[in-house]
């Protein structure tokens, strides 16, 4: 979901490497992490040649437990993190005032003994329109082979994972927290855990209530490529721009015309003129929503040890409700769902990775 719509250009990997130009350690100190940080660099080539122009070279870090050998002969399960909407992985690693990244947040838990030491990988799915969502898109790239396949090989080539399905899980928070659910849908039996964190599902609830401003804001603009323009030109994204650029990153991800060759080959869920919703590519955004779908992909469901689903009862995009019927759902057939309610909102809540991580690596094989 957004939130805050940050900018992305084909340079954003240069500018994560500068800012960690020294020893590895310098990041470790930084973050006062007891493990230890590397940034890789991936080049993947599920997202090469995408119409949006955005770079297939992608910044990887990667969290390392204390005590990490590269030469020695212990071996780690292996945690995926998925960034939400106008998120990055520069921004996932990034120091936080009076709060913990994702990093900071399992290094303490591991050195307090509350979850076994492991491996955390950061994934980037940053795009020109503010994300991916992890989907494979004739647009964007197919960011769900880019995770599943290229992300999971590269760390399992460099790193001492235990490099078999059942010691991976996959999590992440708003759009990473629907991007988790979709790849355990679409790639049974890949992770054995999964966490959607306050993850998009019940598309009618999070996504429609947007179609009416973001149609007034592209006739406003004069279409879709005027407004991207002027979106990318504004100093200071304005909360009506940033409504309409996730609309249309949502689009990008659900229903690119399947031709895409240009960034504004999109198929958008309404009449530009009207604002009446186009019924049949909303049915194709409606394809991806977990709380519909989610019970035809049970297969992916039943190879989880572990699933996680958590959101703050106050969420501003009706989440919470998402949640609760995805989990009825699988319940009803059988999947067994750790589903949680807490007080708050869609905004700030990365302290809950305190009740995740345990979660997740409580079902996940180790040595």
Same mark, same amino acid.
């Given at each position: 979901?957004h939130?805050?719509?940050?900018e992305?250009?084909?340079g954003?990997t *240069?500018?994560l490497?500068a800012?960690?130009?020294?020893?590895?350690?310098?990041?470790?100190r930084?973050?006062?992490l007891?493990?230890?940080?590397?940034?890789?660099e991936?080049?993947?080539?599920?997202?090469?040649g995408?119409?949006? +122009?955005? &770079? !297939?070279?992608?910044p990887?870090?990667?969290?390392?437990?204390?005590?990490?050998?590269?030469q020695? &002969?212990?071996?780690y399960?292996?945690?995926?993190?998925?960034?939400?909407?106008?998120?990055?992985?520069?921004?996932?690693? %990034?120091?936080?005032?009076w !709060?913990l990244?994702?990093?900071q947040?399992?290094?303490?838990?591991?050195v307090?003994r509350? =979850?076994?030491?492991?491996?955390?990988?950061? /994934?980037d799915?940053l795009?020109r329109?503010g994300? !991916?969502?992890? =989907?494979?898109?004739?647009?964007n790239?197919?960011?769900a082979?880019?995770v599943a396949?290229?992300?999971?090989a590269? =760390?399992?080539?460099?790193?001492?994972t235990?490099a #078999?399905?059942? *010691?991976?899980g996959v999590? +992440?928070?708003?759009?990473?927290?629907?991007?988790?659910?979709?790849?355990?849908?679409?790639?049974?039996?890949?992770? %054995?855990?999964?966490a959607?964190? !306050?993850?998009?599902?019940?598309?009618?609830y999070?996504?429609?209530?947007?179609?009416?401003? *973001?149609?007034?804001?592209?006739?406003?603009?004069? +279409?879709?490529?005027?407004?991207?323009?002027?979106?990318?030109?504004e100093?200071?994204?304005s909360?009506?721009s940033?409504?309409?650029m996730?609309?249309?990153?949502?689009a990008?991800?659900? &229903?690119?015309?399947?031709?895409?060759? @240009?960034?504004?080959?999109? @198929?958008?869920p309404?009449?530009?003129?009207? +604002?009446? /919703? $186009? @019924? @049949?590519?909303?049915?194709?955004?409606?394809?991806?929503d977990? %709380?519909l779908i989610?019970?035809?992909?049970?297969?992916?469901?039943?190879?989880? #040890?572990?699933?996680?689903?958590?959101?703050?009862?106050?969420?501003?995009f009706?989440?919470?409700?998402g949640?609760?019927?995805?989990?009825?759902?699988?319940?009803?057939?059988?999947?067994?769902? $750790?589903?949680?309610?807490?007080?708050?909102?869609?905004?700030? /809540?990365?302290?809950?990775?305190?009740q /995740?991580y345990?979660?997740?690596?409580?079902?996940?094989e #180790?040595?």
């Open positions: 979901m939130l805050m719509l940050r992305f250009c084909a954003r *240069a500018n490497r800012m960690h130009t020294g020893p590895t350690s310098d990041l470790q930084l973050l006062a007891s493990g230890d940080v590397v940034i890789d991936i080049e993947s080539p599920a997202l090469r995408n119409a949006l +122009g955005d &770079s !297939s070279r992608r990887l870090p990667v969290y390392l437990p204390p005590g990490y050998d590269a020695g &002969s212990r071996r399960p292996t945690l995926y993190c998925l960034h939400g909407f106008t998120g990055s992985a520069a921004e996932l690693i %990034a120091e936080r005032v !709060s990244n994702p990093m947040w399992l290094d303490r838990l591991i307090g509350r =979850v076994p030491p492991a491996i955390l990988v950061i /994934v799915g795009t329109y994300g !991916s969502q992890y =989907v494979n898109s004739a647009l790239g197919d960011y082979e880019y396949r290229d992300v999971v590269h =760390v399992d080539a460099g790193y001492r235990i #078999r399905p059942g *010691a991976r999590f +992440g928070k708003s759009s990473g927290g629907f991007g988790a659910l979709h790849l355990v849908m679409e790639y049974p039996g890949r992770f %054995a855990a999964a959607s964190q !306050s993850g998009d599902a019940y598309f009618q999070c996504y429609l209530p947007d179609f009416v401003k *973001a149609q007034r804001t592209l006739e406003r603009h004069g +279409g879709l490529a005027a407004f991207v323009a002027a979106f990318e030109a100093k200071k994204k909360d009506a940033v409504e309409t996730n609309v249309v990153g949502m990008a991800a659900y &229903s690119p015309r399947p031709d895409a060759r @240009e960034p504004f080959d999109i @198929e958008l309404f009449d530009l003129r009207t +604002g009446l /919703v $186009r @019924e @049949e590519v909303w049915a194709r955004w409606l394809r991806f977990p %709380a989610c019970t035809e992909h049970l297969e992916g469901f039943r190879a989880l #040890r572990t699933l996680y689903v958590d959101c703050g009862r106050r969420d501003q009706a989440l919470d409700l949640a609760r019927i995805l989990v009825e759902r699988l319940r009803e057939h059988g999947i067994d769902v $750790r589903h949680e309610e807490f007080d708050d909102d869609h905004m700030s /809540v990365l302290y809950r990775h305190e /995740v345990p979660a997740l690596l409580e079902g996940l #180790r040595e």
